[in-house]
């Protein structure tokens, strides 16, 4: 199911720790919406920019899976309001990196939260929902 013309649901659902363990990780029709929102608001304005594909590794994770992956509590994965995801040509990442602060810094799109996780071996961003605290355009370095 296309998300938008660059993204897929199945992409934004699939885990090979949910395989390994046998868990359903598909989503309500809440997370499915929330999954579309920051496909078309976010990713894809990034992905139309870049040029190039963008690889995503972590969508949506139901409770369990974000258990057993041991992300926080907390995560807005399990909302289906955030994404980790990287080029697929690993060399851009700090290219695609600066292309997401010049996006927000100029108004193209807008996030809760961009980060650069640990010396960006991945990109993460999210979107606000109605369960996590407001934020605009934080940038944050987790080493």
């Known amino acids: 199911m296309n998300l938008t013309e660059h993204f897929t649901l199945e992409e934004l659902i699939h885990s090979t720790t949910a395989q390994k363990y046998s868990i359903n990780n598909t989503p309500n029709k809440y ?3 929330n999954l579309t929102s920051i496909c078309k608001y976010v990713m894809e304005p990034i992905r139309q920019r870049y040029g190039k594909p963008i690889i995503v590794t972590s969508g949506y994770r139901c409770p369990r899976l974000n258990a057993l992956v ?14 980790d995801f990287r080029p697929k040509e690993a060399k851009d990442i700090k290219l695609l990196w600066n292309i997401i ?5 100029k108004g193209e799109i807008e996030c809760r ?14 979107i606000n929902d109605k369960h996590h605290g407001y934020r605009k355009n934080q940038i944050l370095h987790i080493k």
């Open 31 to 33: 997370i499915i919406s």
């Open 101 to 105: 602060v010049d996006m927000l810094e």
């Open 70 to 83: 041991k992300g926080a509590s907390t995560s807005q994965h399990t909302a289906g309001t955030a994404i």
């Open 113 to 126: 939260q961009l980060i650069d996780e640990y010396n960006l071996s991945w990109i993460h961003i999210s």
